[in-house]
């Protein structure tokens, strides 16, 4: 049965209908300009202001209805990878909520939680002695209520129950299809108003942060720098990005401030692991998000931070209708649809 996976930004709203499994066929994809510039509503107007575009979208495009499947933007979540003893899964059940409360800073009257086994041992490789000092990590993620419940609204006010909903970088993450042999992995989502960050490693998410500024910050930089208005600035941003031969090079020298900020940041979470997690060297950055398109990027980041950059390719097991661009935006609804249901 054809799903709908959909990706609220705060600069477009992605979406795209296909039938879903490791392999989704893509029968369409859809972007459209968020106007009102927010992904997580904090009020009723913007509530019916968002509902009302996500569900035009949604019949005006008929995209299919009865399977839709959302992400939840970092910037709502709370992440984190414990380690804790070996649990069966009805003790971790028992004890996941006050592990919660250690680790995940909500208050437990308002914490929606979800948490995921990322490794556990094997029982074959455990006898009664070391099981006591077998150690297991479970990924815990959670957010407030409120916000999660005025998230759905803008869907179950039209009568849309969705499916289930993610975080956006664990929909990245599966997108990728990292596994245990490939080398420990810094994977960096460039969004409008977001980067977010996240290191893999032996398959597994070792730690997820988000960083503010990203996209929009550069047009309006941009803007401000060269003298442009607000669409001149996000379609000189576009067509010539770190480009130092086009338009005399004042694109490039505009944004290159930003850009040596983002460096920075991505080298202080480098740094971070290094000193968490000596064993594991990260050898590569994988980039997606639509911002992770612009042009000279990949370029001036190995140079800068010496290390293989590689873009995204969330569309590399697909079939069907696949789009011919921007498709870097897409990977978190790509990462959705190839969810077991």
Not at 85 to 98: K, V
Not at 155 to 167: D, K, R, V
């Amino acid at each position: 049965m054809p799903a709908t996976a959909i990706d609220i930004g705060t600069y477009a709203i992605k979406a795209i209908a296909a039938d879903p499994d490791g392999t989704p066929n893509i029968l369409r994809t859809i972007e459209i300009p968020n106007n009102f510039g927010v992904a997580m509503p904090t009020d009723d107007l913007q509530t019916e202001q968002l509902s009302e575009l996500i569900n035009n979208t949604i019949f005006e495009n008929k995209l299919p209805h009865t399977d839709i499947r959302l992400s939840l933007p970092e910037t709502a979540v709370s992440t984190k990878v414990i380690t804790i003893p070996f649990l069966t899964d009805a003790e971790l059940a028992s004890a996941i909520g006050w592990q919660a409360e250690q680790h995940i800073p909500i208050p437990k009257e308002e914490l929606s939680l979800q948490y995921k086994v990322l490794y556990r041992p094997p029982k074959s490789s455990l006898s009664q002695k070391n099981n006591e000092q077998a150690q297991m990590r479970v990924l815990l993620t959670g957010t407030r209520k409120p916000l999660v419940e005025r998230y759905l609204a803008l869907f179950t006010n039209a009568g849309i129950e969705p499916s289930f909903l993610e975080t956006q970088m664990l929909s990245v993450l599966r997108s990728l299809g990292i596994d245990q042999q490939e080398p420990a992995t810094m994977v960096i989502n460039l969004g409008a108003t977001n980067m977010d960050i996240m290191v893999v490693a032996n398959g597994e998410i070792q730690f997820v942060f988000t960083h503010k500024g990203v996209g929009n910050l550069l047009t309006n930089t941009l803007q401000q720098t060269v003298g442009l208005d607000l669409q001149q600035a996000e379609q000189y941003k576009r067509a010539y990005g770190l480009n130092a031969d086009q338009f005399e090079g004042k694109v490039k020298n505009a944004l290159l401030p930003t850009i040596n900020n983002l460096a920075g940041e991505i080298q202080k979470a480098l740094r971070y692991f290094a000193d968490q997690a000596p064993q594991n060297t990260i050898q590569r950055l994988v980039l997606t998000g639509g911002s992770a398109q612009l042009p000279g990027l990949v370029e001036h980041l190995t140079s800068t931070l010496n290390l293989e950059i590689l873009l995204a390719a969330p569309f590399a097991t697909a079939t069907g209708e696949i789009p011919t661009q921007n498709q870097l935006a897409f990977s978190v609804c790509m990462g959705l649809l190839m969810r077991e249901a």
